[in-house]
């Protein structure tokens, strides 16, 4: 078996390019940003046939991803702290549809002027909505868990959206 050393948020970016996603819905926001940033050179290369959408804000980033799923595509998105509450309104929404969908959240504080580093106050904020949630403590189960938010949150028995938590700088960042 080979070994691949990849940063945690390039391997996140290969499992969405492997898991033959539709639609990227991003909006840039640290320490999420390497996971678009290769996402964007990965549809613009062409090794993935997909829409990038870059969008104004990150609740609009969301909003695509709903309706991208509601349409039956595949859809994907990242975000971080803050990022993750300018979308909350659209999280509880996405649930309450019950689309399929994945999102990783780059685990950071809320407060961005005090702090960026890693925290896990922002999953704290969306604890409770409807979302399937899974903390992963590697790049391998980032990478992993693509797969399986796919695979989970599109079975029809499921039908919730999937999101995998990755500890910001620790996992993003690292190899």
């Known amino acids: 078996m080979k070994r691949v050393a990849l940063e945690g948020s390039v391997a996140v970016a290969e499992a969405v390019k492997q898991a033959n996603v539709d639609v990227i819905a991003a909006y840039p926001i640290t320490p999420q940003t390497h996971i678009v940033e290769k996402l964007s050179e990965i549809v613009a290369s062409g090794e993935l046939d997909a829409e990038f959408v870059p969008v104004e804000s990150e609740h609009s980033a969301l ?6 799923s509601a349409c039956g595509a595949r859809a994907f998105t990242a975000t971080s702290g803050p990022g993750l509450a300018l979308m909350t ?9 019950r689309l399929p969908m994945v999102m990783v959240l780059c ?5 961005a002027p005090l702090s960026i580093w890693n925290d896990h106050s922002d999953a704290m904020l969306v604890r409770d909505s409807g979302w399937i949630q899974v903390f992963v403590n590697n790049a391998q189960e980032a990478y992993d868990h693509v797969f399986l938010g796919y695979r989970i949150s599109e079975d029809h028995r499921v039908l919730i959206p999937y999101m995998i938590h990755m500890d910001g700088f620790f996992l993003t960042h690292a190899i």
């Open 89 to 97: 309104e659209m999280v509880f929404i996405a649930s309450s549809m």
């Open 107 to 111: 685990n950071r504080t809320l407060s």
């Open 63 to 68: 909003s695509v991803c709903i309706g991208a």
